[in-house]
């Protein structure tokens, strides 16, 4: 029999039996319904040993299943020498000590399960603070079963108390739970202020870019987002085959082909059910999906139930608050795809889509077309006579035009530049300093 503890949360290289229970509103793929599951145990480290799914009307208060599927949960755990069983589901601290308590194996949810993944990946302090905060809030309500097995201490000071150097306890008798609670709620409530700080920072960045059309791309996790970003942008992006690579906002300029620069952000990839806890934690990361003048959709063209991962991201960003009419599906992947008859019914599936390959740049220029007819409705070439003193001008010039000739007399430039259609108005404002000479399409 396997060997409980339940203090080790991670799963790298346990053997693990996954368990889904499909209820009448659950959103897992009928097809495959621990196929996300799976992946994400793999991707945090498990060996996926064995799989199971049952069907409830709505979940069993006591165990979450029903006794007889969970002494089948046993029975194939002990067959198996599982050290591990995940559920595609949130179970509450009480069904999690019932089932370790009938099972005697380590039980995880699937918030937990994301929670670790994302602590494994967290690179930034950004998002080692948001990982953290999830990581406790989730952990509080938790605390007693996690940590049932302390006795009462003496003296009034635990080792983890003393650990990171608690003040206040309240003397002889005081129960670690009790020490740990007051702990977790002090961390709280540091990493909320730190956030906080982050938060407003972030809002100011994101208002700040208020001149310049911002592009973000989202979709489900490890559909290629940072691979195209690296594409279109020349970035260094971090890329893996996985899930959750990327954790953190990474913002790059993006010159399209018509003289326009545009910025383009990379951000968390989602995942159906996506904890609540994480998104509260990171709205600093999310607030350039939020606030993005464009997102486009990155979808897996590949896998074989992209309709359901669409749905699933579509479901994320309605819960976000982000207007549908604000996204562009980009289908990812095309080089993966051998059957022309899968490109047809895709086609016809997702007409307004753009089919594009981050690997070898196929359809890549179709995808910028696209986006810069949404960031200016095209681009214009223009003849303009310039105070060269004025120096907002001639900023506002170098930051929107792409020049290709400029020459002086006197204080005036003239310059001969490629500007986008929708910024011609906004030299406007500089009044008698500019002159449009002459422009065409």
Not at 189 to 208: G, H, M, T
Request: net charge neutral; glycine share 6%; charged share 25%.
């Amino acid at each position: 029999m396997a060997e409980l503890k339940r203090t080790d949360l991670a799963v790298q290289r346990e053997r693990a039996l996954l368990v889904g229970v499909l209820l009448p509103k659950s959103k897992a793929d009928p097809m495959d319904p621990v196929g996300e599951l799976r992946s994400l145990a793999k991707t945090a480290g498990a060996v996926v040993v064995d799989e199971m799914v049952a069907k409830r009307a709505k979940p069993f208060a006591k165990l979450y299943v029903g006794t007889g599927k969970a002494e089948e949960i046993t029975s194939r755990a002990e067959y198996n020498d599982i050290d591990v069983i995940i559920f595609d589901n949130d179970l509450t601290p009480s069904q999690v000590r019932n089932l370790e308590e009938v099972t005697h194996r380590k039980i995880l949810d699937r918030s937990e399960l994301i929670l670790d993944i994302f602590a494994a990946h967290a690179r930034t302090h950004e998002s080692r603070l948001q990982v953290e905060l999830a990581q406790l809030q989730y952990t509080y309500p938790r605390l007693r079963h996690m940590w049932e097995h302390l006795d009462t201490l003496a003296g009034g000071a635990s080792s983890a108390a003393a650990a990171v150097g608690a003040i206040g306890t309240r003397g002889p008798g005081e129960k670690q739970i009790e020490i740990d609670r007051r702990l977790v709620q002090r961390r709280v409530s540091a990493l909320k202020d730190q956030l906080a700080e982050i938060d407003r920072r972030k809002v100011r960045e994101v208002n700040s870019r208020r001149e310049q059309f911002c592009v973000c791309l989202v979709g489900y996790t490890n559909a290629g987002k940072s691979t195209l970003m690296n594409l279109l942008t020349g970035a260094d992006t971090y890329v893996a085959d996985k899930l959750f690579a990327t954790l953190e906002t990474k913002t790059r300029k993006w010159d399209l082909d018509d003289g326009q620069t545009i910025l383009l952000s990379d951000t968390v990839g989602f995942v159906r059910d996506l904890p609540h806890r994480l998104v509260a934690s990171f709205k600093a990361t999310l607030e350039e999906a939020i606030n993005a003048d464009l997102l486009i959709h990155v979808a897996d063209a590949s896998h074989d139930r992209v309709e359901h991962e669409i749905r699933a991201v579509e479901s994320v960003l309605d819960e976000l608050g982000c207007d549908r009419g604000r996204v562009m599906l980009a289908m990812n992947k095309i080089d993966k795809i051998a059957d022309p008859a899968i490109f047809t019914l895709l086609g016809k599936q997702y007409p307004d889509a753009v089919f594009v390959s981050a690997v070898t740049g196929q359809g890549a220029g179709d995808l910028v077309k696209r986006v810069a007819g949404k960031a200016g409705g095209g681009s214009v070439r223009v003849k303009l006579h310039a105070a060269c003193t004025n120096g907002k001008l001639m900023q506002y010039i170098a930051q929107y035009a792409r020049v290709d000739s400029q020459t002086y007399e006197g204080t005036t430039a003239h310059i001969d530049a490629i500007i986008p259609a929708n910024r011609i108005n906004g030299l406007k404002a500089f009044g008698d300093d500019v002159k449009v000479v002459a422009s065409s399409r």
